[in-house]
């Protein structure tokens, strides 16, 4: 697999895997601005901005709009998170060029109608609701209000329902322009297209962008919450439980390793010591799971499980007696081969189809692995040790530390 | 346009053939990456089981990784993670599925681990009482924490009555309960045989290639007359509108939901059960389609509205339709509007040009479908798991092409009716 790197005129830089097999073109875009960097206020502007988008530009209203999308069979998405804004286009080869300009129109010319937008609005308060009775989501909000505070990563993506009342198509305008710009943006496509065709249409789609983004950086986010336990009360049979605390960033020389501890610990559900302990001897939960997550600034070890309310308590203290064991003990060398050989030898996995090389690619860009990172990366994987491994769980994991949301009547006696 | 753009070589590709022993073997060659999909399939699933059973099959599916006396002691998924690959298993109505996505050269490795476990399972009562807690859990986190699927479990009983398929998959709580390791290994010894099975391989590997490895690895197991399933009782008509409603303290807003007693593939055949599946995607797929048009975007209704149909089972399938009712907008004036929409389209017809865009969207996901080797074995495995071959599944693009509107319509009047239909309501449970 060959990644071409292409520079338009205005300074886009774009990867490139070119493959003429399927007539299909799989386009990644990212712009490094989310819903943290969202006007005080408006939590949710980034997120309904990514909703508006394809409700119409230029001259074309939201309903025409959607109509030419479905009538090339252009898949055409936008997203927020609290990063990343992006936008993903599938398409067939013989739908690029209107796929391109439709996203050009998008990102330059959209309308915000009234109509398109009260829609657009009404449907994110029902999703708000309808939150309300999602324990993963009740949790998962309640643990990074309490992670972070103050700081723009403790609020939700979606924003409240208060917040989402707010948002204006002017507001929507202000954000994008300083959002959306041409040094902040990040480019991968895959697929049927010649390097030269796709310089023309990215120049096409993208020169109109302004040249600089303006928006305010987030500062670095301290964890807030070391050692809290919260329950929230809510009438079902299972109690949904969030734990995590700080974690260790991207670039931190330690990651790889402590991805390696983290895969060991509860990487899967199927082979991990969490899924052994809860799961396979236990059955005290259909899924349970420990994961790293690196945001831009803060860094998280988190994780989850859902077990019967008479249990909460016992499948909880098993969560810490592991996070206290991995600390203490690191691993074997037999659970060290274990896990090399399978995020060795499962990585082409990742590969196997050009939608999933644009996702693959897409991430490398946006961690700045940089674009020889696929040849590195199993050796990466392979020069950790047993030491590695443990200096990484001394460094990384503390049970005392973890702060624990609970959604669910749970019985927690016995808990520590 | 797109006629041609059908990658021809890829579909030329899929080929089939029966082992000795009976099994079906489907290789999907595709070259792009040294990766396999494998894939066996059984043609059992939780309309098979037994009465007072229901789960078993689900169960056995969690069970079949305790272990054989060559791999013991759940060291199967260790195994397969150990050589890089990445694997499950999942149940349905009709079929119960086991896969591994790994490199090519692990693809003989998995072959002889899957045929290991095909007639050698072992349990034993230290593996059945955590595991019925793991599926306890699965149906807690699934159903009993979703008031939608509990709404569903019930609007699914009013559909089929007695027939199978009113039953959840995953199985009732209360017999989940009682379920043991005989359950399991009778059902198991009646079904897991390779006459009742498929092998199915998605990737990196020529047809002559794998049926070498078929036969090696699965041409050993002998067949067993008795592992072919019963016929099923016919599913009754409904023969009156039915409601059901849900009420759930956990509700935040009511939603809409009604089901249309179908056909499938199987029980009516490709050209028939296809017209249904144009007829739900005119009328609810997408932000395009007539549901969305109407309720959300021109009468403000709604904010969510759309239609889909479940078309791939052996026996007869459903169509269903959704909607969420936008803030302060009834209950009986959000069915209102649905009704008309309904109405419409069973007096009117469809329009040339929505048949179109179905077709044309059809014929893209087809091509879409071909980045995807995973997907490809699915859809060939659960064609076959629900008593569709092959040859018809490569048909299916040409009879998409010769769907008529007339075909569209007469589907269209014969199952959207209200006395073929169960309507369903989730509704927060009313105040004290």
């Known amino acids: 697999m060959e990644i071409q790197r292409i520079a338009t005129p205005s300074g886009i830089e774009a990867w490139l895997v070119e493959d003429h097999r399927l007539p299909i073109v799989f386009v990644e875009i990212f712009w490094r601005a989310g819903s943290s960097s969202e006007t005080d206020g408006l939590d949710g502007l980034a997120y309904m901005l990514s909703g508006m988008l394809d409700e119409g530009a230029g001259d074309i209203d939201s309903e025409a709009f959607q109509k030419r999308l479905a009538d090339l069979n252009i898949d055409l998405e936008f997203n927020a998170s609290k990063d990343f804004f992006s936008a993903r286009i599938k398409t067939l080869e013989e739908n690029l060029d209107e796929a391109i300009e439709l996203l050009a129109l998008a990102l330059t010319r959209p309308r915000f109608d009234e109509e398109a937008l009260e829609r657009v609005r009404a449907q994110i308060l029902a999703s708000l609701k309808q939150s309300l009775q999602n324990p993963e989501i009740i949790a998962s909000r309640a643990w990074f209000a309490a992670a972070f505070a103050d700081h723009p990563y403790a609020r939700t993506t979606r924003g409240t329902a208060e917040t989402v009342q707010a948002i204006q198509a002017d507001d929507l305008r202000d954000w994008m322009s300083r959002a959306l710009a041409r040094d902040n943006i990040g480019v991968t496509v895959v697929g049927d297209v010649t390097p030269e065709r796709l310089e023309q249409l990215l120049e096409k789609a993208l020169a109109g962008l302004p040249q600089k983004a303006k928006v305010a950086t987030p500062e670095a986010a301290a964890f807030q919450a070391p050692g809290h336990v919260e329950v929230i009360e809510y009438p079902n049979p299972q109690s949904l439980i969030q734990f995590g605390h700080d974690g260790i960033t991207r670039d931190d020389p330690d990651f790889i390793a402590a991805y390696v501890m983290n895969h060991v610990l509860g990487g899967s559900v199927l082979v991990s010591r969490l899924g052994e302990e809860v799961r396979e001897k236990r059955g005290l939960a259909y899924s349970v799971y420990s994961y790293l997550y690196p945001l831009d600034h803060a860094s998280l070890f988190a994780g989850s499980l859902a077990t019967e309310n008479a249990r909460a308590g016992e499948a909880l203290k098993q969560v810490r007696l592991e996070l206290a064991r991995m600390q203490k003990e690191g691993v074997s060398q037999k659970e060290l081969d274990d896990a090399k050989a399978y995020l060795v030898g499962s990585y082409p996995l990742r590969f196997d189809s050009n939608e999933k090389i644009a996702l693959q690619l897409s991430y490398i860009q946006r961690e700045e692995l940089g674009i020889d990172y696929i040849d590195r990366r199993n050796a990466l994987i392979e020069s950790v040790t047993r030491d590695d491994v443990f200096r990484a769980a001394q460094r990384l994991l503390d049970p005392e530390k973890l702060l624990v949301v609970i959604v669910g009547e749970p019985e927690l006696s016995g808990a520590p | ?432």
């Open chain 2, 1 to 432: 346009m797109l006629e041609t753009a059908v990658p021809v070589q890829a579909q030329e590709g899929v080929e089939s053939f029966t082992l000795d022993n009976g099994m079906e073997v489907i290789v999907i060659p595709d070259h792009r990456a040294p990766v396999v999909t494998h894939m066996v399939w059984y043609r059992v699933g939780s309309a098979e089981e037994p009465a007072g059973k229901s789960g078993i099959a689900h169960f056995l599916e969690h069970l079949m990784f305790k272990g054989t006396e060559k791999v013991p002691g759940g060291e199967f998924s260790h195994i397969v993670a150990r050589n890089g690959g990445k694997g499950n298993a999942f149940t349905s109505y009709d079929y119960t599925a086991y896969f591994q996505r790994v490199a090519k050269e692990q693809l003989p490795l998995m072959m002889e681990m899957e045929a290991d476990r095909m007639t050698n399972l072992k349990l034993s009562l230290e593996d059945i009482i955590p595991e019925r807690g793991v599926v306890l859990e699965e149906r807690r986190t699934r159903v009993e924490s979703q008031p939608l699927a509990l709404l569903g479990e019930k609007m699914t009983v009013a559909l089929y009555g007695e027939h199978p398929y009113g039953r959840p998959i995953i199985g009732w709580r209360d017999e989940i309960e009682t379920l043991d390791d005989g359950d399991a290994l009778q059902f198991y010894r009646r079904f897991y045989a390779p006459n009742n099975a498929a092998l199915v391989v998605a990737g990196d590997i020529e047809p002559d290639e794998l049926l070498e490895l078929a036969k090696a690895y699965y041409g050993g197991i002998k067949p067993n007359k008795q592992a072919v399933r019963d016929k099923r009782p016919e599913i009754s008509e409904i023969g009156e509108p039915v409601r059901v409603a849900h009420e759930d303290e956990r509700a935040q807003q009511p939603v809409f939901q009604r089901l249309y007693l179908a056909q499938s593939y199987h029980s009516a055949g490709l050209e028939p059960a296809t017209a249904i599946d144009m007829l739900a995607e005119i009328l609810g797929a997408g932000t395009t389609s007539r549901l969305y048009r109407a309720l959300v975007v021109e009468q403000k209704v709604a904010v969510s509205a759309g239609a889909w149909a479940t078309t791939d089972l052996l026996d007869r399938g459903r169509i269903g339709i959704y909607a969420i009712p936008r803030e302060g907008v009834k209950p009986e004036t959000l069915e209102a509007a649905i009704d008309a929409v309904v109405a419409e389209l069973v007096d009117k017809g469809v329009e040339d040009e929505e048949m179109e865009r179905v077709r044309r969207g059809y014929l893209a996901d087809l091509i879409y479908g071909w980045d995807d080797q995973q997907q490809q074995a699915y859809v060939f495995g659960a064609s076959w798991g629900s008593g569709i071959l092959p040859r018809d599944v490569l048909r299916w693009p040409e009879v998409v092409r010769s769907t008529t509107r007339a075909q569209v319509v007469s589907s269209a009047r014969e199952y959207l009716r209200a006395e073929n239909s169960v309507t369903g309501w989730l509704l927060p449970a009313s105040q004290p």
